[in-house]
């Protein structure tokens, strides 16, 4: 499975971006599809995660009620919706693919990566 990532940019506090992942290849397996990123000098951390149906999603705490995760199968692809972003949600975000059923919010669970895109937040 390949994953493309794109949406990401340079966006004002309070501002909005929607990152889009493609997958390619083997997509039909089931795929948990996770969302991570990684900001200067620190380690990956998980942002939100959603199961194949759609019906199961999981968000860190410090993106619940800003950040929305959504999937059209039909089209491979898996968006982030981010609103009200803070400086702090500068990184780079990275999509992930998992033969999982779980939700899950660790990088071992996945098996797949994108090459991440970059988004940046000005205070």
Do not use: H
Not at 56 to 72: C, E, L, N, P
């Amino acid at each position: 499975v390949q994953l493309q990532a794109s949406g990401g940019g340079l966006v004002q506090a309070g501002g909005s971006l929607r990152l889009s992942c493609t997958a390619s290849g083997r997509t039909r397996r089931t795929y948990v599809m996770g969302w991570f990123r990684q900001a200067p000098g620190k380690e990956r951390e998980f942002v939100a995660a959603i199961s194949w149906s759609g019906g199961s999603t999981g968000y860190a705490d410090s993106v619940k009620g800003r950040f929305t995760i959504s999937r059209d199968n039909a089209e491979n692809t898996v968006y982030l919706q981010m609103n009200s972003l803070k400086p702090n949600d500068t990184a780079v975000y990275y999509c992930a693919a998992g033969q999982t059923i779980v939700v899950r919010t660790t990088t071992s669970a996945y098996d797949y990566w994108g090459q991440g895109t970059l988004v940046t937040v000005s205070s």
